[in-house]
């Protein structure tokens, strides 16, 4: 088994992780594919080449693609690799290619740890962060000085032996709290022009897709070996679910209730989805008309659905048409910003109260063109804090062999994530 990091078809890191040797060759076939097929073989998490299999995952415009000449189980690899992802941005802060470049020995030994002759092996990461120094100032300057580079230390975690390898033993905290945060992101799509076969219309269009994407995060800084118990008021709602490896799964699939052993620090309990929304927050109304080789447009931003949260960082982005020679277009509120690439950017902030924010503007066609024939497609970008738009409430939190009382806290987010709107 290979693994890459790849960046814009050069390859930034290889290593091959077993006996069975793989050729570079199978990169110029990975990226020939990807040119011609453009952004949807990216989407691709299985790839079948006529010599190899390759699994891939993008993150950070980075991609990380493992390749096998023998058949393995896919979940596997497309697992490991969001590992290795996961570790890496929390070891380095930010992936990308300069970053992993200046931190070649830490991420190969890293590499080393998580995986033994093609098997995972140590995955998690406060075991790797007792074997694996992350980087600093000081360790570098350490390294110049003694002539040493490693950052292994020398004596094995003693969690590796532990029933529950994800937390380091004998911990101990002089104020003992947990934080419970429920982070959501909104995908949505809502069409202009009305469709048969569906009956769900706004006033602005059709909501052809609404669902959420979210993540229970904890911050745990709990002394000894404490048991958690957290339970949904409605978690039927949920779809999609998927458990870090602390979740004992047989109270959740008779009870739905969460039970686990914490490691230490912020980790993702779980992510769920849900499905079939009927609502979103704000609504977005462009109107474009164009005669003339003129094109007239306008757009319009407002309150659907009062969340009892104050909606911040609303943002309306769209692509011009390459048949677009120039735009002006002005704002009521907020600021426009037309890029180098024709993406005109519009920051709004917050909805005030006394007036609903739009755009509008002219922009002029090529020479030829009467009317415009390509409609832009707008991506919508929100926060709300304090709010969870997919209805999922905690009911409560329980500890077990905790030796003081802890503090407990709760929060919620929602942003947009593919929140679209088609003209």
């Not at 930034?12 to 097929?37: A, N, P, Y």
């Not at 277009?329 to 690439?341: D, E, R």
């Not at 509008?360 to 066609?365: A, F, I, K, N, R």
């Not at 407990?408 to 942003?415: C, D, I, L, N, W």
């Amino acid at each position: 088994m290979l693994l890459r990091f790849c960046d814009y078809s050069e390859v930034i890191l290889e290593k091959q992780l077993s006996g069975h040797w793989v050729d570079r060759s199978i990169c110029d076939w990975f990226w020939e594919q990807s040119v011609s097929q453009g952004d949807s073989f990216k989407l691709l998490p299985v790839i079948a080449s006529p010599t190899h299999y390759l699994f891939q995952i993008v993150r950070k415009g980075i991609t990380f693609l493992a390749c096998t000449q023998v058949e393995m189980p896919p979940l596997m690899a497309i697992e490991f690799l969001c590992r290795v992802a996961d570790v890496l941005s929390d070891y380095l802060g930010v992936l990308n290619e300069d970053i992993i470049k200046d931190n070649f020995v830490i991420v190969y030994e890293l590499l080393d740890e998580m995986i033994d002759n093609g098997f995972p092996l140590t995955t998690e990461l406060n075991i790797l962060r007792e074997m694996i120094a992350p980087p600093n100032i000081m360790s570098k300057m350490m390294s110049v000085v003694t002539g040493n580079s490693s950052n292994v230390s020398n004596t094995l975690p003693g969690a590796t032996a532990s029933s529950v390898p994800w937390r380091t033993a004998d911990l101990k905290h002089s104020n003992n709290d947990v934080y419970v945060n429920l982070v959501e992101q909104m995908d949505a799509i809502i069409n202009r022009h009305q469709l048969r076969f569906l009956t769900l219309i706004f006033g602005d269009g059709v909501l052809v897709k609404c669902e959420i994407y979210g993540e229970v995060q904890l911050n745990s800084h709990l002394s000894g070996l404490p048991d958690l118990t957290l339970t949904f008021a409605n978690p039927s709602i949920l779809n999609d679910v998927q458990f870090h490896p602390c979740v004992r799964f047989r109270p959740w699939e008779s009870q739905q209730i969460l039970s686990f052993v914490p490691p230490d620090g912020h980790f993702k309990l779980m992510s769920y989805r849900v499905k079939k929304l009927k609502n979103t927050p704000i609504y977005v109304k462009p109107q474009l008309t164009s005669e003339s080789g003129m094109c007239r447009i306008s757009v319009l931003v407002g309150m659907r659905n009062d969340p009892g949260k104050t909606i911040d960082a609303i943002t309306v982005e769209f692509q011009l048409p390459p048949c677009i020679l120039s735009a002006d277009v002005t704002a009521n509120h907020g600021t426009v910003t037309i890029l180098s690439n024709k993406r005109c950017c519009w920051s709004i902030g917050r909805i005030p109260k006394d007036k609903a924010p739009s755009i509008s503007g002219t922009m002029v066609l090529e020479a030829g063109l009467e009317r415009l024939h390509v409609s832009p497609t707008f991506e919508v970008g929100f926060k709300i804090a304090g709010v969870a738009l997919s209805g999922l409430r905690l009911e409560k939190l329980d500890l077990k062999n905790v030796p003081t009382r802890p503090y407990k806290g709760f929060r919620a987010q929602t942003e947009a994530g593919e929140y679209e709107v088609r003209s």
